[in-house]
């Protein structure tokens, strides 16, 4: 299993993801090739090495042409009146929807855009499609956020842990005037997110929005390095002389699959309203969980009763215990971490005289296996007014 680890001893920001990165890939040209099909001009991106502290790492500098400006990527220096068109979060969708660039590294970019608008609503107090980013719409931050889509989609690993995110402490000027690190925005998008982040004695802003966004959509963990055969080592160099390393590392190589990931939880219940379980029922699988059913059971003094078993991912388990105590009368949970062999399955669509059916298409041991979704199939029984049995008939349907 492919896995990226970020340590973020020093901190995080766009350009030092950029530069971690590319030098994972290897290919700068890919990068600037992918990103030219933003079709946004007006800036020229300017790749070097930087040293800090004795460390070598890559320096992504995005310069803004025409304009007396070089990109510090400090997010209060780096966006203020410097003439570029200051842009909300539909604009930037529409720039992303528009291009050329892989869906999967749009919807990435989309996703790390909308954390740092959500938290500049929150600071600003206003509708989120009413905040004129200073972050967000300088051309900067579109390169790095859409940038980084990119890469990672390059890469494509199977999971992306993060270290604990280290910010310094102080003050530090911005658009605003002074302001205390983290920043707001910084602030509001860890609070909105799992990351678990704490400050260092360096004094000066260590992670910008944009590197906060980025790390928090990306990693799912915030933990030691795990046990990994490292492939390569990415060194991201930010723009500061600092008495740490002003650089991102970011590990690349493969982990062993997490036999421990699969939370299987159970709780007793007799004394809830069958409207109660159905409601609880649908609000689990909105929120995660694999598998959700009730089993018929016999409490003390003989009360007919349901036993709740869900399935979930490790990291659901906290959000769905919560569903489960808030919704339901249960005041226990138990749970426990199992192992489950897994095939390899794919969604496909099968053409058939009666019309396209959707089906799982899964593989084992060189074998394959087609089973029918069951609302496409319905969907086409009610239509053409055939008996399902007689549709799951096909050959089309036949492995």
Request: proline share 3%.
């Amino acid at each position: 299993m492919k896995i990226l680890y970020f340590d973020c001893s020093s901190g995080i920001s766009g350009n030092m993801t950029l530069g971690a990165l590319l030098e994972i890939i290897g290919d700068e040209n890919y990068l600037l090739n992918e990103l030219k099909k933003l079709n946004i001009d007006g800036y020229k991106i300017e790749i070097s090495k930087k040293v800090k502290n004795g460390i070598t790492g890559t320096h992504v500098n995005v310069i803004l042409e025409n304009k007396e400006h070089e990109h510090e990527h400090e997010h209060h220096q780096e966006h203020e009146h410097h003439h570029h068109e200051h842009r909300n979060l539909e604009d930037i969708n529409n720039i992303i929807e528009n291009s050329d660039i892989d869906s999967k590294s749009k919807e990435l970019a989309k996703k790390i855009f909308e954390r740092v608008a959500k938290a500049e609503s929150k600071v600003h107090n206003k509708p989120i499609n009413e905040v004129h980013f200073h972050e967000v719409g300088a051309i900067d931050s579109i390169i790095d956020i859409v940038g980084t889509a990119i890469l990672i989609n390059k890469i494509n690993p199977d999971v992306i842990i993060s270290s604990v995110v280290n910010d310094g402490y102080g003050f530090i000027e911005c658009a605003h005037g002074t302001m205390s690190v983290p920043v707001p925005a910084t602030s509001e998008i860890f609070a909105n997110s799992n990351v678990k982040f704490r400050q260092i004695d360096v004094d000066t802003e260590l992670v910008t929005p944009t590197g906060a966004a980025i790390i928090s959509e990306l990693a799912t963990e915030f933990t030691t390095l795990p046990a990994m055969v490292t492939e390569k080592i990415g060194w991201g160099a930010g723009t500061k002389e600092l008495k740490i390393p002003n650089i991102l590392k970011v590990y690349y190589g493969e982990i062993e699959k997490e036999d421990q990931n699969f939370v299987v939880m159970e709780t007793n219940i007799d004394d809830c309203s069958g409207e109660i379980f159905g409601y609880t029922y649908d609000k689990l699988f909105e929120n995660g969980a694999l598998d959700v059913f009730y089993t018929p059971i016999f409490m003390k003094k003989n009360r007919p009763a349901y036993r709740l078993t869900v399935a979930c991912k490790k990291e659901d388990m906290v959000k769905l215990q919560n569903i489960i105590f808030k919704e339901t009368t249960t005041i226990g949970i138990r749970y426990r971490f199992e192992s489950r062999t897994e095939l390899e399955r794919e969604i496909i669509e099968i053409d058939t005289k009666y019309g396209k059916i959707k089906a799982k298409k899964v593989t084992n041991n060189g074998e394959t296996y087609i089973y029918p979704e069951f609302e496409s199939i319905k969907e086409i029984s009610e239509k053409n007014n055939i008996p399902l049995k007689e549709l799951y008939k096909l050959d089309e349907l036949k492995g």
